[in-house]
């Protein structure tokens, strides 16, 4: 089993909502990420949990919350979010931090900000 | 950090002739170097990797890249596209001693015409 699973696939709120944004792997992957890509653009990386802890946070603002509630799960609360946070939102996971691994990616949560 | 440049941003090709597509990345270290291709409204998907050893690397769907160290290149090539190679083809890299922090190239869209 090589899948990453995201859910919901499509998700539309508006800026008082919060709201999470869920993903789960179960090939016992110990590293896993969040990027945001914005339409015709690259991933930026977001934030990297390895062995459940948070190891890299790109400056993220605090309305993006991340949560590792086990090594399989890695959740992103979102709150009072702006519309210029629209965009797909791509889970990965890979074996292990800081090794040549290849990392898995989620199909993605499509996220529009009203 | 790392950084990637794709040098086109969008190749257009007849089906059955050859592509390649230019990848070219800033390092002072080693690194690993990486192929992803993105589907519409899909994730991700790993076409091939460079860690070490032999420069010509081959993935899947026919695709191969050749690693260039002097150039610091990393081009895509496949000698026959399909139509359903239509797709957006990400290079990417990753500092060998800070593998979880990966940088993407701006992408090149390949449009396999009939």
């Known amino acids: 089993d090589t899948e990453v699973t995201q859910t919901p696939k499509h998700l539309v709120m508006g800026m008082t909502n919060k709201k999470s944004l869920k993903c789960e792997q179960h090939?016992?992957?110990?590293?896993m990420y969040w990027y945001k890509q914005k339409a015709k653009k690259p991933p930026e990386l977001m934030f990297v949990?390895?062995?459940?802890?948070?190891?890299i946070n790109e400056s993220v603002p605090s309305r993006f919350s991340p949560e590792c509630p086990n090594s399989s799960l890695l959740n992103l609360h979102l709150h009072a979010l702006q519309p210029e946070d629209s965009a797909l939102y791509l889970c990965?996971?890979?074996?292990?931090?800081?090794?040549?691994?290849?990392?898995?990616f989620g199909p993605g949560t499509r996220l529009t900000v009203l | 950090a790392q950084s990637v440049t794709q040098l086109d941003s969008q190749v257009p090709v007849f089906e059955e002739a050859p592509v390649e597509l230019r990848c070219n990345y800033s390092?002072?270290?080693?690194?690993?170097l990486f192929w992803y291709v993105q589907y519409p409204n899909q994730g991700l998907q790993l076409l091939l990797k460079?860690?070490?050893?032999?420069?010509l690397v081959k993935g899947i769907n026919g695709f191969e890249a050749e690693f260039n160290k002097s150039q610091t290149s990393f081009h895509l090539r496949k000698p026959s596209v399909h139509i359903s190679d239509t797709a957006e083809y990400f290079c990417?890299?990753?500092?060998?001693?800070?593998?979880?922090?990966?940088?993407f190239g701006a992408g090149t869209r390949l449009t396999v015409k009939p």
């Open positions: 990965a996971s890979s074996q292990d931090a800081g090794l040549s691994d290849t990392q898995y």
């Open positions: 090939m016992g992957h110990r590293a």
């Open positions: 949990y390895s062995y459940e802890k948070l190891s």
């Open positions: 390092s002072s270290v080693s690194v690993y």
């Open positions: 460079y860690l070490s050893g032999s420069t």
């Open positions: 990417a890299v990753s500092d060998r001693y800070n593998n979880n922090d990966m940088r």
